[in-house]
């Protein structure tokens, strides 16, 4: 590519040349060397493209799997309830159908227990702390066990064992979780002190 160039530039020199005897060149162009600059192709392009872009997810999701330090324990207990993607059908209080209290433990062990009437479930797990896509604090609760006909329904997850709970942004005592993704309720708790 670089032998084209200079080979085209030479040419290009030639037939610019106002010298009228077309056999000598202008021996003080011939000295300097045309400065060659190489283009990149444009599957080059595509792979520097791809390669930065792949850096920016892979530094995303480092992230999203770092572990964080929060204060410990906590108790976040549901004060509401709304459809995934309209506000027509909230609950809230006396109003729903069941209250949730998770309560995460110094040791990174949770309970959740789940009342409805005069029947309460509990289930327990571990849990690790990361940043969400909304740079605030996310709770990742993977439940023991195997999952019983009794206490399947206290999983507020999609078809798992494992819940994922994040801070909204505008207020970092309000905790959502995820169980909008799969037509469920968007669920959202309040920290209470301890």
Known sequence: MKKLLILMSVFLIFAC????DSGILDQEVLKEKP????EATEEETDTESEAESDADTDDKEEDSETEIEVELPQVWKLFKMSCSHTEECTKEGDEMDFQDT???????TVEKIRSRQNDTIK?????????SYYDTPAYTLQ??????????????SCMS???????IQDDE?????????????RMFYSREDQ
């Open 161 to 167: 064992r494992e819940e994922y709970l994040y801070v």
């Open 35 to 38: 400065e060659v600059v190489e």
């Open 123 to 131: 289930v327990e797990g571990t849990f690790k702390v990361t940043i």
């Open 143 to 156: 439940y023991d066990g195997e999952p019983t006909i009794e206490d399947i329904e206290i999983y507020s």
């Open 102 to 108: 998770y309560t995460l433990r110094e040791d990174k």
């Open 173 to 185: 005592n309000i905790l959502i979780n995820t169980v909008d993704d799969c037509g469920g309720p």
């Open 17 to 20: 040349s106002e010298d009228s």
